[in-house]
């Protein structure tokens, strides 16, 4: 990168599923719902707001949502209308910028350091997307202004729903300090544990520990961990990011002991990942297979082939040959997946860490 300075936006659509469903449903507004399977292997996707005050979080199973929100309503997802909002606001970011990392379809990054908009304030630019948004979807985002991707997601979490927040430079340091060291993305629930027991709780006492002491407990994130909490992070928008892998899982509505049971649902499987494929558009040489007991141990079967994974026959005769390598006679099974890797010409870029004001 030259010498201008980054201004880096992150946009995250408030409860994106659930708000596309109180959109199109105006019954369910004001409502809590949930959108995912009902049944006793489902699975929250995503909650309304009025059902996140009950605790009722995404990735929680449905009884547990029940049980936290007993007049929770369920309702069955849209993918296709999920995807088409999406689709309409990435046309609203590239209206902006061409700089743009979705990490999803209800969250992305912007570079807008230079934009098309010529506007030089990247917090104006935020009112202005996310009210374009609202104009043409009828959904609210959230959205966080800094001069890096880790501070620019912090920010957007910060005011939700509806809300923007901004990270200056000179403002960073007190932001870091005082924040619990469980909001610092890429600390999860074991590595805030293993933080609290060395006495690092907030982002103060986490700066206190040197780049060795960090590296000696957590191995090489802890240098991640070191420039983080200084403010630094030298991760470039890329735009059209690249996958790293492109995967399907399916969690079964009953056990399944048997592999003709078992080879049905990978049949599903393997539709929908060739549907993921078509849309990604790479060439991938390594095929997983992952399967779940009924104990939740995991067990994965991988090959890497010469040819890509890319044709229906191919992955069929693969997927079905590490069935048979996974399975064990007398196991019963939960779930089973399917993850292309291993994509051609892979790869990742550098940049310098900036300076500027928002």
Same mark, same amino acid.
């Given at each position: *990168?030259? $010498?201008?300075?980054? /201004?880096? =936006?992150?946009?995250?659509?408030?409860?994106?599923?659930?708000?596309?469903?109180?959109?199109?449903?105006?019954?369910?507004?004001? !409502?809590?719902?949930?959108?995912?399977?009902?049944?006793?292997?489902?699975?929250?996707?995503?909650?309304?707001?009025?059902?996140?005050?009950?605790?009722?979080?995404?990735?929680?199973?449905?009884?547990?949502?029940?049980?936290?929100?007993?007049?929770?309503?369920?309702?069955? &997802?849209?993918?296709? *209308?999920?995807?088409?909002?999406?689709?309409?606001?990435?046309? =609203?970011?590239? &209206?902006?910028?061409? /700089?743009?990392?979705?990490?999803?379809?209800?969250?992305?990054?912007?570079?807008?350091?230079?934009?098309?908009?010529?506007?030089?304030?990247?917090?104006?630019?935020? !009112?202005?997307?996310?009210?374009?948004?609202?104009?043409?979807?009828?959904?609210?985002?959230?959205?966080?202004?800094?001069?890096?991707?880790?501070?620019? +997601?912090?920010? &957007?979490?910060? $005011? +939700?729903? $509806?809300?923007?927040?901004? =990270?200056?430079?000179?403002?960073?340091?007190?932001?870091?300090?005082?924040?619990?060291?469980?909001?610092?993305?890429?600390?999860?629930?074991?590595?805030?544990? !293993?933080?609290?027991?060395?006495?690092?709780?907030?982002? /103060?006492?986490?700066?206190?520990? &040197?780049?060795?002491?960090?590296?000696?407990?957590?191995?090489?994130?802890?240098?991640?961990?070191?420039?983080?909490?200084?403010?630094?992070?030298?991760?470039?928008?890329?735009?059209?990011?690249?996958? !790293?892998?492109?995967?399907?899982?399916?969690?079964?509505?009953?056990?399944?002991?048997? =592999?003709?049971?078992? @080879?049905?649902?990978?049949? $599903?499987?393997?539709?929908?990942?060739?549907?993921?494929? /078509?849309?990604?558009?790479?060439?991938?040489?390594?095929?997983?297979?992952?399967? @779940?007991?009924?104990?939740?141990?995991?067990?994965?079967?991988?090959?890497?082939?010469?040819?890509?994974?890319?044709?229906?026959?191919?992955?069929?005769?693969?997927?079905?040959?590490?069935?048979?390598?996974?399975?064990?006679?007398?196991?019963?099974?939960?779930?089973?997946?399917?993850?292309?890797?291993?994509?051609?010409d892979e790869g990742n870029e550098g940049y310098i860490q900036p300076e500027l004001a928002l």
């Open positions: *990168m030259s $010498n201008q300075y980054r /201004k880096i =936006i992150h946009v995250d659509m408030d409860a994106f599923y659930a708000s596309v469903e109180q959109r199109d449903h105006p019954e369910l507004r004001g !409502k809590p719902i949930a959108v995912g399977g009902s049944g006793g292997r489902g699975v929250v996707m995503t909650a309304s707001y009025e059902a996140r005050k009950f605790g009722v979080r995404s990735a929680m199973p449905a009884h547990m949502a029940r049980e936290r929100c007993p007049d929770i309503i369920f309702v069955k &997802s849209r993918m296709d *209308m999920y995807r088409e909002a999406s689709d309409r606001i990435r046309e =609203i970011f590239l &209206s902006y910028t061409d /700089k743009v990392e979705p990490l999803s379809l209800d969250e992305a990054y912007l570079d807008v350091t230079t934009n098309k908009r010529d506007e030089p304030y990247a917090s104006e630019l935020a !009112k202005r997307i996310r009210q374009d948004i609202y104009d043409e979807t009828g959904l609210t985002a959230s959205a966080g202004v800094s001069y890096n991707k880790f501070l620019a +997601k912090l920010a &957007s979490d910060y $005011n +939700k729903p $509806n809300g923007q927040t901004v =990270i200056r430079p000179d403002q960073a340091q007190d932001f870091l300090d005082v924040l619990p060291i469980e909001k610092f993305h890429g600390v999860g629930k074991v590595t805030s544990q !293993k933080m609290r027991h060395i006495g690092v709780v907030d982002g /103060k006492t986490l700066k206190e520990k &040197s780049l060795e002491t960090l590296v000696d407990r957590f191995g090489k994130v802890g240098r991640y961990y070191y420039h983080i909490v200084r403010g630094i992070d030298d991760r470039e928008v890329t735009a059209d990011r690249i996958r !790293k892998s492109v995967g399907v899982e399916r969690t079964f509505s009953g056990n399944i002991a048997d =592999i003709s049971g078992l @080879k049905e649902e990978l049949d $599903n499987v393997i539709e929908r990942l060739l549907y993921r494929l /078509k849309n990604v558009d790479r060439e991938g040489f390594t095929l997983t297979l992952k399967l @779940k007991t009924t104990g939740f141990e995991i067990i994965n079967r991988s090959i890497t082939a010469e040819s890509s994974f890319r044709h229906k026959a191919f992955i069929e005769d693969t997927a079905y040959a590490l069935m048979k390598m996974a399975v064990s006679e007398g196991v019963s099974y939960r779930l089973i997946g399917l993850k292309v890797s291993n994509f051609k």
